[in-house]
C-alpha cells in the first residue's frame, strides 16, 4: 500500500499506486472532515484503492481528533462497513 497524502493546498487525500492516484477531495470545519468526493481512475477501480484510501482518511481523523462527515455515498457506504472507522465518523450521507 502507498502513503496516504493530505494535499492541503488542494483540499484532498492522494493515495498512488500503479495504475494512477485515487483522491477524496474534503472541507474541514472546526473537528469535522467532510468528505465530499472519493474518485479513482477506471484503470484502478476493483483493485481496493478507495478503500485503502478511506482507510487512511480514518486513519488520520483518528490521529487528529476529527468526527468524519461522509458526504460522498462511496465514503459513506465504506464507513458504515467498517465499524471501527465508522466510530469516527457521523456515518449519514449530507450531514
Known sequence: MGE???N???NRFELS???G???ATYRRTGEQLFIDHVETPPAMRGAGAAGRLMAGIAEAARNEHLTI???CSYAAAWLSRHDAASAASTAKVGD
Open 69 to 71: 462527515v461522509p458526504i
Open 8 to 10: 492541503r493546498g488542494a
Open 21 to 23: 492516484v485515487v483522491f
Open 17 to 19: 499506486e500503479p495504475g
Open 4 to 6: 496516504i497524502h493530505d
